[in-house]
Nanobody, 124 residues
Framework: QVQLVESGGGLVQAGGSLSVSCAASGRAINTYYMGWVRQAPGKEREFVAAIDWRGRTTYYGNGVQGRFSISRDNAKNTVYLQMNNLKPEDTAAYYC?????????????????WGQGTLVTVSS
């Protein structure tokens, strides 16, 4: 099973940008769909973005389309999430996760391996 470690979270003002990364180990990620899921305080986990194993197709959740961008570098075994024009409602713990090829990446239950999360706080 692949191990995932997120980094890059922090505090940013509304309208600002932040990039978070997910470094994988234990197994190459080039056989997985990779995704980002977030969980705000008191709320359920929410799908944010995902990318297919080749990096050719991306998927985005409601509310982040046009502001967030997911990418991957299989040679570095790393996945990235670039977040622009951040809003206070984007405040959450952001988790990197891996799903099998062919999974419905918009479903939280599709993800089999999870990182510990990195906190993103957007101040108004």
């Amino acid at each position: 099973q692949v191990q995932l470690v997120e980094s890059g979270g922090g505090l940013v003002q509304a309208g600002g940008s932040l990039s978070v990364s997910c470094a994988a180990s234990g197994r190459a990620i080039n056989t997985y769909y990779m995704g980002w899921v977030r969980q705000a305080p008191g709320k359920e986990r929410e799908f944010v973005a995902a990318i297919d194993w080749r990096g050719r197709t991306t998927y985005y959740g409601n509310g982040v389309q046009g502001r967030f961008s997911i990418s991957r570098d299989n040679a570095k075994n790393t996945v990235y999430l670039q977040m622009n024009n951040l809003k206070p409602e984007d405040t959450a713990a952001y988790y990197c996760a891996a799903a099998d090829v062919g999974s419905n990446v918009r479903l939280i239950d599709s993800y089999r391996s999870w990182g510990q999360g990195t906190l993103v706080t957007v101040s108004s």
